[in-house]
Nanobody
């Protein structure tokens, strides 16, 4: 059974930064792409960023491109999301998820496992 444990959320002022971490347990980490999704109150869950199993390929939603950076450390079974220049509209619960394969995907349908979520709140 795979377990994903997120950390790093919190309250920050607009323009500030946060770094989310997600530690994975349960299967060979480097074999699977990872993704970050978010869900704001009253809205559907949306893709934020994804990274391939090797870490070579990354993908970002247009809304975060240039501000967020995804990375992974396969030796530590951890994926990160560095969030800079945060905006109030970035406020949401952020979830990390593990894909069923190595390639990046924006569709939540191909992610088998999900973390419990971490709250990010950006004040104006």
């Amino acid at each position: 059974q795979v377990q994903l444990v997120e950390s790093g959320g919190g309250l920050v002022q607009a323009g500030g930064s946060l770094r989310l971490s997600c530690a994975a347990f349960g299967r060979t980490f480097s074999r699977y792409a990872m993704g970050w999704f978010r869900q704001a109150p009253g809205k559907e869950r949306e893709f934020v960023s994804g990274i391939s199993g090797s870490g070579v390929s990354t993908y970002y939603a247009d809304s975060v491109k240039g501000r967020f950076t995804i990375s992974r450390d396969n030796a530590k079974n951890t994926v990160f999301l560095q969030m800079n220049s945060l905006k109030p509209e970035d406020t949401a619960v952020y979830y990390c998820a593990q894909n069923r394969g190595m390639g990046v995907s924006t569709s939540s349908d191909v992610y088998d496992y999900w973390g419990q979520g971490t709250q990010v709140t950006v004040s104006s």
